[in-house]
C-alpha cells in the first residue's frame, strides 16, 4: 500500500509531492518543502557518516506506522516513497514511477528541468499506475 | 610568372582529392531508395528531438498561431521529401487526380510510413463543401506532450498538419491544414488534422465528375 510520493531534485527542493491515501495528515506546502529539503540533508549526511567508504544515503526509513523508501537516480534526483510497514520490496515500483517520470516529464518541452512538475500526463498515468498497486 | 609554376601543382592536388572521393565508394546518393523501407526509429529518440524542436520555437516567436504556423514549416519541409520518397516506393502507374484518391492516399501509406499503423478515421465536413478531417485516436508525436493551461489552444501537430501540407501541395492539390484535439470518450488526445481546400480544386473536381 503506498501512501505517498515525493520528489526532490538536484538541490534539495520539492519538485513534485503526492498523496495516495486519505488516511494521512493534511500538511501545508511549506511543510511539504521543509520535509524534503530535511530529507536531502539528511541523506547527504548519512552517505559521508557511513563507516564504508563510497556508501549511498539512506535508502529505507522504518518506523511504527509507516516505511519511507529512497531511490536515488544517476542524476541526482530522489523519489521518496512512503508506504504502509508491511510493505517490503519496492524496487518494481520505483522502476516504474522512474518510468512514468522520464516518459511524461523528462519527454515534455513544456517542463524545465528541476522546476516544479506539471504534468496532467504524469499526474494521470502515476494515479492509474498505484490505483493498481494498491488495489480495489 | 611565379603563379605559371604553382598553378599547375593546384590543380594536380584538387585531382587527387576528386580520385580518392570516387575510389571511397558508394555515397548516400548512391544507395538503394528501398533500403530504409519499414526501417523505424526509437521513439523516445524522436521524443526528445521533437521536444528540442519545440523549444527551439517557442523561444522565436510570439504567440499560439506563430508557433503552429513555424512547426507546420517544419512538417512541410519533411512532406515534401517524404512525398517524393513514398510514390517511388509505391510504384504505381498513374497520378492521382481526383481528391479522394489523394486523401486515401495520405490516410494509407502517408500514415503507415510514419507512425506504421493507417489513420483511425477520414471523413468529409458536412457543413462546408471543401473541408476534410483525418483523425487519429493516440498521436504518438505527442504522446508525451502535456500542453499547458496557458497554451491550452496549440496542438503540437501541427508538424504533421505541415507534413500533410506538403503532401497535398506536392499533388497539385493546394489546401489550408490545420491540427485540432477533439476528445472522444476513450481517447482524451484524440487529433483531427483539418484540410481546407483551395477553391480551384473544388472547381476542377467539378469538372472531372
Known sequence: MIYSLYIVNKAGGLVYQKDFSDNLAKLS?????????????????????SPLY???GIEMIEAEKFKLYC????????????????????????????????????KNPFHTPEMPIRSDQFDQSLLKLIKNINGP | MSDSVNTPRLSTNSSIYTEQRVARGKTI???????????????SAQSFLFSEMLQYTQK???????????LNEFGYRVGTRMLELLTWRE???KRETRVLGVLYFIHNVVWRSLFGKQADSLEKSTENEDEYMISDNDPILTRYISVPKELSQLN???????IVEACLDGYQFPARVTAHTVPIDG???????LIKLDKEVLQREELLK
Open chain 2, 156 to 162: 503540437c501537430n501541427a508538424f504533421v498538419a505541415g
Open chain 2, 29 to 43: 546518393l548512391d544507395r538503394n531508395l528501398n533500403k530504409t523501407r519499414g526501417a523505424e526509429v526509437s521513439l
Open chain 2, 187 to 193: 481517447f482524451p488526445q484524440r487529433t483531427t488534422i
Open chain 1, 29 to 49: 506546502s511549506n511543510e511539504y518543502l521543509v520535509l524534503a529539503g530535511t530529507f536531502h540533508g539528511v541523506h547527504a549526511i548519512t552517505s559521508k557518516i
Open chain 1, 54 to 56: 563510497n556508501s549511498s
Open chain 1, 71 to 106: 531511490f536515488q537516480t544517476l542524476t541526482g534526483s530522489k523519489f521518496l516513497l512512503i508506504t504502509a510497514p508491511q510493505q517490503n520490496n519496492v524496487d518494481p515500483y520505483m522502476k516504474r514511477i522512474y518510468d512514468i517520470y522520464s516518459d511524461f516529464v523528462m
Open chain 2, 60 to 70: 522565436r516567436v510570439n504567440g499560439i498561431q506563430d508557433l503552429e504556423r513555424k
Open chain 2, 91 to 93: 510504384k504505381v502507374a
